[in-house]
């Protein structure tokens, strides 16, 4: 005969300290690896400063 488990008593399963240590070693691993992306962006990134390379629109002409 099966045991009767009342409704606000049943559970899925235990919590455990695993499930924490999971969850806390991806989250870990996620700034892990946006640290990377964020240190290769800044070294891929173009200079700031003004270039010979950079091309300027004409000036316009103004008719009065």
Sequence with gaps: MPKTIP???ARQGRRGRNVLLIL???????FIVWALVEIYGR???????RTSAMIEP???LLLT
């Excluded at 806390?24 to 996620?30: F, I, N, V, W």
């Excluded at 070294?43 to 400063?49: K, N, V, W």
């Design 7 to 9: 409704t606000d008593k």
């Design 24 to 30: 806390l070693g991806g989250l870990l691993l996620a």
């Design 43 to 49: 070294t891929i990134e173009p200079p700031q400063g």
């Design 58 to 60: 004409p000036p316009t």
